[in-house]
């Protein structure tokens, strides 16, 4: 009798922790769905930028192309945190029910500075100064890519700029440890709009002109090569390894960054069309387009290369083989290569010189790599 009911308790035990299991394992999917951008859209379902369009905007986005969710910007890292924020959105929740779309833009546009920790930034984008790594139970707890960080393996990984590296943003040299740690800045000081106002990333940057153009300790505004250096190489003409090197015309004719770019006092950085034609026909604006698109497919065609080369290079690192003149070469396409991405602006400031030279050079040499590490009768290998 004793043993049938010690028989009795352990199945009630054991069905009680399989319903547990399967009660915890549906709130978790539960706790993913609604935190997924599909279940957002529900009440963010405008479209292009700005408020109530988040989703679409998202998608849009160099976070959504890298698969980066809703809650792993608008919840700091961990299962903690993470269940603070889903407690939170059933408010959110209540207030999408109960207040206008003009009371719930209001709301938002008055606690825009607050939806994204800086912490949470930091925490993929920073270096020694973000947090630690959350850890594998929190990640498979809250589904997010943020909880799978892993600070500069995490980076490398998805390719990701630690900010806190020496000064260079995509051809800028901005130093944002200075910024941050010195002058108390931001990240949504100058990329509130990154990712949800495509049309306006760079709103903020007028701020900029507080320091650096009345400011006598800071580089000022007129001293563009002081932070843009990659654009004002390859405008004069240099910044390429083994290349000759070919300046612009204009740059030839006496003309300086603020000949195009004359409303950057004004905080407008991006030079008008309209001011192009004080100089140039009609045409000219057509002719910018064609200097892009074949620059752009150029640099496609070369970044394609520059991938099966890398691959290739590290099949034969495999194999037992070493080439060390072969990865130097590689490591300077791919830094001529970066030097065209990081200008920014697809062959525009320096059309001949990026498409005639760099560009060229790069995928010949890409090429040669490719070919020679494809030999059936290199060096220690075995011909069939």
């Not at 010690?6 to 547990?20: C, K, N, P, Q």
């Not at 770019?261 to 991006?270: K, N, P, Q, T």
């Given at each position: 009798?004793?043993?049938?009911?010690?028989?009795?308790?352990?199945?009630?035990?054991?069905?009680?922790?399989?319903?547990?299991?399967?009660?915890?394992?549906?709130?978790?999917?539960?706790?993913?769905?609604?935190?997924?951008?599909?279940?957002?859209?529900?009440?963010?379902?405008?479209?292009?930028?700005?408020?109530?369009?988040?989703?679409?905007?998202?998608?849009?986005?160099a976070h959504g192309d890298a698969g980066v969710m809703c809650l792993d910007c608008h919840a700091q890292p961990?299962?903690?945190?993470?269940?603070?924020?889903?407690?939170?959105?059933?408010?959110?929740?209540?207030?999408?029910?109960?207040?206008?779309?003009?009371?719930?833009?209001?709301?938002?546009?008055?606690?825009?500075?607050?939806?994204?920790?800086?912490?949470?930034?930091?925490?993929?984008?920073?270096?020694?100064?973000?947090?630690?790594?959350?850890?594998?139970?929190?990640?498979?707890?809250?589904?997010?890519?943020?909880?799978?960080?892993?600070?500069?393996?995490?980076?490398?990984?998805?390719?990701?700029?630690?900010?806190?590296?020496?000064?260079?943003?995509?051809?800028?040299?901005?130093?944002?440890?200075?910024?941050?740690?010195?002058?108390?800045?931001?990240?949504?000081?100058?990329?509130?709009?990154?990712?949800?106002?495509?049309?306006?990333?760079?709103?903020?940057?007028?701020?900029?002109?507080?320091?650096?153009?009345?400011?006598?300790?800071?580089?000022?505004?007129?001293?563009?090569?002081?932070?843009?250096?990659?654009?004002?190489?390859?405008?004069?003409?240099?910044g390429a390894i083994g290349s000759a090197g070919e300046a612009n015309p204009m740059y030839l004719a006496g003309?300086?960054?603020?000949?195009?770019?004359?409303?950057?006092?004004?905080?407008?950085?991006?030079?008008?069309?309209?001011?192009?034609?004080?100089?140039?026909?009609?045409?000219?604006?057509?002719?910018?387009?064609?200097?892009?698109?074949?620059?752009?497919?150029?640099?496609?065609?070369?970044?394609?290369?520059?991938?099966?080369?890398?691959?290739?290079?590290?099949?034969?690192?495999?194999?037992?083989?070493?080439?060390?003149?072969?990865?130097?070469?590689?490591?300077?396409?791919?830094?001529?290569?970066?030097?065209?991405?990081?200008?920014?602006?697809?062959?525009?400031?320096?059309?001949?010189?990026?498409?005639?030279?760099?560009?060229?050079?790069?995928?010949?040499?890409?090429?040669?790599?490719?070919?020679?590490?494809?030999?059936?009768?290199?060096?220690?290998?075995?011909?069939?």
């Amino acid at each position: 009798m004793a043993s049938r009911k010690r028989l009795i308790i352990g199945l009630l035990v054991v069905i009680a922790l399989l319903l547990g299991g399967v009660l915890f394992w549906g709130t978790l999917q539960l706790l993913h769905v609604t935190s997924s951008p599909t279940f957002c859209f529900s009440c963010h379902s405008g479209t292009k930028d700005g408020i109530l369009a988040e989703v679409d905007s998202w998608r849009h986005s160099a976070h959504g192309d890298a698969g980066v969710m809703c809650l792993d910007c608008h919840a700091q890292p961990g299962f903690t945190e993470y269940m603070k924020t889903k407690l939170k959105g059933l408010k959110d929740a209540l207030h999408s029910i109960v207040l206008s779309e003009e009371e719930t833009r209001k709301l938002l546009e008055l606690h825009r500075y607050e939806l994204v920790p800086q912490t949470t930034c930091l925490h993929c984008h920073g270096g020694e100064t973000s947090q630690g790594e959350s850890g594998e139970l929190a990640a498979l707890l809250t589904d997010r890519l943020t909880d799978r960080a892993s600070q500069d393996g995490f980076r490398l990984e998805h390719e990701i700029p630690n900010i806190f590296a020496p000064p260079d943003a995509s051809g800028l040299i901005f130093n944002h440890g200075v910024h941050i740690e010195h002058f108390n800045m931001g990240c949504s000081d100058c990329h509130l709009g990154v990712v949800h106002d495509r049309q306006n990333k760079t709103e903020l940057k007028d701020s900029c002109l507080q320091c650096h153009q009345n400011h006598s300790s800071a580089p000022q505004i007129e001293q563009c090569s002081a932070c843009h250096l990659v654009q004002s190489a390859l405008f004069e003409g240099w910044g390429a390894i083994g290349s000759a090197g070919e300046a612009n015309p204009m740059y030839l004719a006496g003309i300086n960054c603020t000949g195009c770019h004359a409303g950057v006092l004004e905080g407008l950085y991006r030079p008008p069309q309209d001011l192009c034609l004080m100089c140039h026909d009609d045409g000219y604006l057509e002719l910018q387009e064609q200097w892009q698109s074949s620059t752009q497919q150029r640099m496609d065609e070369a970044r394609g290369l520059l991938n099966e080369a890398r691959e290739l290079l590290k099949q034969r690192k495999g194999e037992g083989e070493e080439n060390e003149a072969d990865w130097i070469i590689l490591l300077q396409a791919r830094r001529n290569l970066n030097l065209v991405r990081d200008d920014n602006t697809s062959g525009v400031h320096n059309f001949e010189y990026i498409y005639q030279q760099i560009l060229p050079a790069v995928i010949s040499d890409l090429q040669i790599i490719i070919a020679n590490a494809k030999k059936t009768d290199r060096p220690g290998t075995k011909t069939p």
